[in-house]
């Protein structure tokens, strides 16, 4: 929602200001087809050389994550400790009984509580393989700190192509807009026995394309860029918290300790009350017993 009103906020005030200063979109409105047709053409063009198919794909879902926001909220946050600590605590209990929840995930009794998280292939995987990996004997927490850690770099090198993408498409536009303008300056030049006011014309359709080329820079792929930037940084918290706590309890740690660690290294805006976080664990130990 705040996307789309930071969009209308952009043409409001860009397009408000020219006609408030007394500025005509005649000439803008007759010349956008041909210059959008040549920058914006060109701008999709050069992304389908640079990128393959995946990347592609990728980038145009991502597009949808400046409307949505995050994937995660808070109280999913919360739902991934809970989960956790059912984990842990089995895994203490019973080392034989948590090998059917880790193997089948999708079969579960504990996973399937958790549907949100379910649907997510790597969280589930991250914390399934480091699950399996303690259980055969592969329990130095610095190393497997480490492995994590290198895990999760590569996720989100792999998350952030959409805004590398689209921010290489937004520094090109500014460019493809000089091409487009100086196209309606050849053009303007082969008739240039026109009286003037045909001429002033055509010269300030040419410089739409200048305008164009930068006002879809900056004002909305770059931004899209860094909205999709901000928005994979902010969901990559999720597997950071599943790192601590798994960590923690690769440390021996308290099942509890453990789960207080991972809400205290989860970013204040997102992370769950003490309060919040004591009331759904009591709920998992009275669903358990």
């Given amino acids: 929602m705040l996307g789309i009103v930071g ?43 640079s990128n393959d198919m995946s990347g592609v794909k990728h980038t145009a879902k991502d597009i949808g994550k400046v409307f949505k926001g995050p994937k995660w909220k808070p109280d999913d946050y919360r739902d991934l400790l809970c989960l956790l600590f059912e984990l842990i605590r089995l895994a203490r209990q ?44 592969y329990d130095d927490p610095h190393q497997v700190e480490e492995v994590l850690e290198k895990r999760m770099e590569a996720t989100l090198h792999h998350s952030m192509h959409s805004s590398h993408a689209l921010q290489t498409m937004a520094d090109g536009l500014p460019a493809l807009g ?19 006011e045909i ?3 055509m010269i300030g359709g040419a410089l739409v394309g200048t305008f164009l080329g930068v006002f879809l820079a900056y004002g909305l792929v770059g931004p899209f860029a860094g909205k999709v930037k901000a928005v994979v940084e902010e969901d990559s918290h999720f597997y950071q918290l599943i790192r601590e706590v798994l960590v923690a309890n690769l440390h021996n740690h308290a099942a509890n300790i453990c789960i207080e660690v991972g809400r205290q290294n989860t970013p204040s805006h997102i992370r769950p009350s003490f309060s919040d976080l004591e009331e759904a664990l009591k709920s998992v130990k009275q669903g358990a017993a």
């Avoid at 860009?14 to 053409?41: D, H, N, Q, R, T």
């Avoid at 059917?100 to 999708?106: G, M």
């Avoid at 000089?178 to 003037?196: E, F, H, R, S």
Wanted: hydrophobic share 55%.
């Fill in 178 to 196: 000089i091409v487009a303008a100086v196209l309606g300056v050849i053009k303007t030049m082969a008739a240039i026995d026109q009286p003037p």
């Fill in 7 to 49: 969009i209308l906020v952009i043409f409001a005030m860009v397009f408000g200001g020219y006609l408030a200063a007394g500025g005509k979109l005649g000439i803008i409105l007759k010349s956008l087809p041909f210059e959008l047709m040549m920058i914006g053409g060109a701008a999709v063009g050069a992304f389908l050389v």
């Fill in 94 to 137: 019973n080392p034989v009984a948590i090998e059917e929840h880790i193997e089948s995930p999708e079969e579960s009794s504990i996973f399937s509580k958790y549907p949100k998280i379910l649907t997510d292939k790597e969280a589930v995987a991250l914390i399934s393989d480091t699950m399996r990996s303690a259980s055969m004997n």
């Fill in 199 to 201: 001429l002033g014309k």
